[in-house]
């Protein structure tokens, strides 16, 4: 099975900072990564979808890249509604997995 | 619009069943993958199964194979999840998840999720 090894775990920072979260996978996955956000109590919520593709309606300060099994999702200049876990998952195959999340926090 | 509805979830024994359903609408259900994703209290998203548009292949985590089944009725638009043998590390919300693709592909929409607690 396909491991995904996301870090940092939390991430403090504020209002107007650009924001990388990385995402590593134990093989490649080609360009078969999602990135998901979700809110406390809320479902999570599609951002980017097949390494860099933006998912419709989503705010282009959103990008990702990558390839293969390094993987980065950037936030250009956090905004308040951005603070919320982050999930990266590849689709590569079965069994999916998602890594652990990256909590992004209020610095 | 895509709409998600899980129903189902509740408190169970240990070694006990229980089948969750999810009601989707505004797509057309039979050309779509759907999964199971679960999430334990302040723990992180775990993918548990998967089964293809037509229902002819299915998917299982390994911590669920043998004891949770997927189904999916495509005249009534429903997906299921059959889980037997429950154990305490069940305990989670479960979500209900629409695939872009008719087997394997992103989630692009979510349920709001149903909670499964397993106790003794």
């Known amino acids: 099975d396909i491991q995904m090894t996301q870090f940092p775990s939390t991430l403090s920072a504020s209002v107007g900072d650009r924001v990388t979260i990385t995402c590593r996978a134990s093989?490649?996955?080609?360009?078969?990564l999602a990135w998901y956000q979700q809110k406390p109590g809320k479902a999570p919520k599609l951002l980017i979808y097949?390494?860099?593709s933006l998912q419709s309606g989503v705010p282009s300060r959103f990008s990702g890249s990558g390839s293969g099994t390094e993987f980065t999702l950037t936030i250009s200049s956090l905004q308040p509604d951005d603070f919320a876990t982050y999930y990266c998952?590849?689709?590569?195959?079965?069994?999916?997995?998602f890594g652990q999340g990256t909590k992004v926090e209020i610095k | 619009e895509v709409q998600l509805l899980e129903s189902g979830g509740g408190l169970v024994q240990t070694g006990g069943s229980l089948k969750l359903s999810c009601a989707a609408s505004?797509?057309?259900?039979?050309?779509?993958?759907m999964s199971w994703v679960r999430q334990a209290p302040g723990k992180g998203l775990e993918w548990v199964s998967g089964?293809?548009?037509?229902?002819?292949?299915?998917y299982y985590a390994d911590s669920v194979k043998g004891r949770f089944t997927i189904s999916r009725d495509n005249s009534k638009n429903r997906l299921y999840l059959q889980m037997n043998s429950l154990r305490a590390d069940d305990t989670a919300v479960y979500y209900c998840?629409?695939?872009?693709?008719?087997?394997?592909?992103?989630?692009?929409?979510w349920g709001q999720g149903t909670l499964v607690t397993v106790s003794s």
């Open positions: 097949k390494t860099s």
């Open positions: 505004g797509f057309t259900f039979s050309l779509y993958a």
């Open positions: 089964i293809s548009g037509s229902g002819d292949s299915t």
């Open positions: 998840a629409k695939v872009a693709g008719p087997r394997m592909g992103r989630i692009d929409y």
């Open positions: 093989q490649s996955i080609s360009s078969w």
């Open positions: 998952q590849h689709y590569n195959s079965y069994p999916w997995t």
